[in-house]
């Protein structure tokens, strides 16, 4: 077995990681700590990853435990069911997030229900890349979380920084339910989020919301690559006199609903900022908790900045026009902080 | 009653399962399970329609072949041996794996008593000790699933072997070509049952030449082959996979409806010749077992449905169900000031 490499020892080292380099560090940390840990997916050995979030993974644990698949979405998310039956704890990468839709049968009908079913719990991770404002156009850019939020018996992961991209991969690793675990590709390189993580076998328990800046004024609640756009968003609006509070759910599934009423209860104004598209996105959700828990709290309209309901576009002006800007979240935020 | 969500092991139902080893008793053993499909698959079609029970109960597709080829496994009952998925061809291969007719009719009609509580399908049930685990999703799921458990024997250096019955039309779908194709690709232990349709409505799969062929994998067809040679064949499949062969394709050629449980009774004039079971055993043992079956029967009419808080059990660990907000105490709208600090509507 091979030493491991630099790229991946970046912790130990005490240097800064990327976000990409988190997840890498957390996967190869779970699979020494436990050898029932193993990668499937399409290109991930030789090759490393579309990605390369397991390059040297192959030399190193061998393939045995990273596992180049067929093009099969389907079948490779099927067989991590099988071996997480046999007490396996498998990962699978899906290339780009887009393509899980094949393996939705499975996910939705077989994995999700097993616990429920009496047929025990399926331990595995589904992970892979999501999000637009790379060019990918509409077959590499989607949000897939809201096809999965519908489905009990899923948990649905989607960090937003380093930190919390090793700690929850780590748990969900380590969890004994299935877990879905967006990773936003826009983020996997971004200078910004490089940062010195714990030298220590830290985890981030899913199911909790952080708070990623206080304020008194206004509550946006969201996730992913819209952290960052509503932080820069909430640094605006501070001209204005609008003090914001800025939470980050981390976790999808199940909704930190506490963290949200509190936030609300506090503010007493909401807006809620997501890159999936408007109809049927996690908005809708989170109003209508708020109105079921806070209502009498509630000094507003509840809003919602998010993408347009359209396939994701390919050409660089249409999908700026189609995603989320720092310039919406402004606008709704002075709206809000009128009302 | 089981733990929601909890895996469902042998020693909590009924007795431990009747599994032999491969020795003297082996056949014994097979025949007697075989009779008791036989029974089962009788008694489900007389109760079907006053009782609930799932489409794919009909077993229309089983016959003796699935009994032998289930023998033909390691089945241990306790972990450490192959696993099956019986698919539609249960109760067959579930009884070969331990499994009690009770707790197959438990299950089958929705009870509350059964291995999950009434929650799961009719093909559902995975007993993890037994080597049973339960099908779930369109025909061809299971192929994809059971790849992923041969890949675990082999990966931890394990000598098991999984066994997946799909039936009818599930060669047909994208799941099953990949399911099997990955199988092939990482030289599984993984045995497929297609069990062929007698008269499909397009041409499909298990009626071409060789489907095996394609994805490098060894074919093996079976006709009315007497019981006791299609257990050696079966076995001589199940070494071969685990030596390294990769998976192995078995074809059931369909029998006549008259001829499903014809294996069988070929089996107990085999034994009767050749000596291998005692003439007492073998006149006793078709009575006995139907007798089972229909103690069964009569014990499954006080078997209680499950009360409806029963089935909202947590999907997910240490989850607490909301139940909806009108079987709660609703605020009234009157009375909404001042509302629960923390509460609102739902507790």
């Known amino acids: 077995m091979s030493e491991r490499p630099p790229h991946v020892s970046k912790t130990q080292a005490g240097e800064p990681v990327t976000f990409l380099e988190a997840i890498s560090e957390a996967l190869w940390e779970e699979m020494e700590r436990d050898e029932s840990v193993f990668l499937l997916g399409e290109d991930i050995g030789i090759y490393g990853g579309a990605f390369k979030v397991t390059r040297d993974f192959l030399d190193h644990f061998g393939s045995g435990r990273v596992v180049d698949t067929p093009i099969s979405e389907g079948g490779f998310t099927g067989a991590a069911a099988g071996a997480a039956h046999m007490g396996l704890r498998p990962v699978v990468e899906i290339q780009f997030m887009d393509f899980i839709s094949p393996a939705y049968d499975v996910i939705t009908n077989y994995i999700a229900t097993s616990r429920y079913r009496g047929s025990g719990a399926l331990p595995l991770v589904i992970r892979g890349p999501v999000g637009g404002g790379n060019r990918g156009g509409p077959f590499h850019s989607q949000n897939v979380e809201m096809a999965f939020f519908h489905t009990p018996g899923l948990k649905i992961v989607y960090p937003s920084t380093a930190r919390d991209a090793k700690g929850l991969l780590k748990s969900a690793v380590r969890d004994d339910d299935p877990v879905l675990f967006e990773e936003h590709k826009g983020l996997y390189r971004a200078p910004y989020l490089r940062e010195v993580l714990p030298d220590d076998d830290f985890v981030v328990p899913i199911g909790e919301a952080r708070v990623a800046r206080e304020g008194s004024d206004l509550t946006i609640v969201t996730y992913g690559m819209m952290v960052h756009r509503a932080l820069d968003a909430a640094r605006l609006l501070e001209s204005d006199g609008i003090d914001v509070e800025v939470l980050d759910l981390r976790t999808l599934l199940p909704l930190d609903e506490a963290r949200i009423v509190a936030s609300v209860q506090k503010t007493g104004k909401l807006l809620i900022v997501h890159e999936d598209t408007r109809t049927g996105g996690i908005a809708g959700e989170i109003a209508m908790r708020v109105n079921e828990r806070a209502f009498e709290w509630l000094d507003g309209p509840i809003l919602r900045v998010t993408s347009i309901d359209s396939p994701v576009p390919y050409s660089s002006s249409l999908e700026d026009y189609f995603l989320p800007a720092v310039e919406d979240i402004v606008t709704a935020g002075r709206y809000l902080g009128r009302y | ?347």
């Open chain 2, 1 to 347: 009653m089981p733990a929601g969500g909890e895996s469902v092991t042998s020693g909590q139902y009924g007795p431990a399962p009747r599994v032999s080893a491969n020795g003297a008793t082996r056949l014994e053993d097979l025949l007697f399970c075989g009779f008791q499909a036989e029974a089962l698959v009788e008694s489900l079609a007389e109760i079907e329609g006053e009782v609930s029970l799932p489409p794919e109960a009909g077993a229309t597709q089983v016959d003796a072949r699935a009994v032998a080829i289930a023998f033909a496994m390691e089945r241990r009952g306790d972990g450490t041996g192959d696993v099956c998925c019986p698919g539609p061809a249960a109760p067959a291969p579930t009884l070969a794996f331990g499994a009690t007719p009770l707790e197959y009719l438990r299950h089958v009609t929705g009870r509350g008593t059964g291995p999950n509580g009434g929650r799961g399908g009719g093909l559902s049930w995975t007993d993890k000790p037994r080597g049973l685990i339960g099908a779930g999703g369109p025909p061809g799921t299971m192929t994809q699933v059971m790849a992923g458990a041969a890949m675990a024997f082999r990966s931890r250096g394990e000598p098991g072997a999984a066994l997946v019955f799909e039936g009818g039309r599930a060669a047909d779908t994208g799941g099953w070509h990949e399911g099997l194709n990955l199988a092939a690709a990482q030289r599984a232990p993984l045995l497929v049952v297609m069990s062929a349709r007698r008269d499909p409505g397009v041409p499909h799969l298990p009626h071409r030449g060789d489907p095996g062929e394609a994805y490098g994998v060894t074919l093996l067809t079976l006709h009315d082959e007497p019981l006791i040679e299609l257990l050696d064949q079966v076995g001589e499949a199940r070494s071969h996979a685990l030596g390294g062969g990769g998976p192995v394709l078995i074809r059931l050629v369909p029998l006549e409806t008259e001829a499903r449980w014809r294996g069988l009774h070929g089996l107990v004039e085999a034994c009767r010749a050749q000596g291998l079971v005692p003439e007492a055993v073998l006149d006793e043992l078709p009575g006995r077992a139907k007798g089972d079956v229909a103690h069964a029967l009569r014990r499954l009419s006080r078997e209680p449905y499950p009360d409806g808080p029963d089935a909202l059990v947590p999907v997910l660990a240490g989850e607490d169900r909301i139940p909806p907000w009108t079987r709660q105490d609703p605020v009234e709208p009157g009375n909404r000031t001042p509302l629960n600090p923390v509460g609102g509507l739902v507790v």
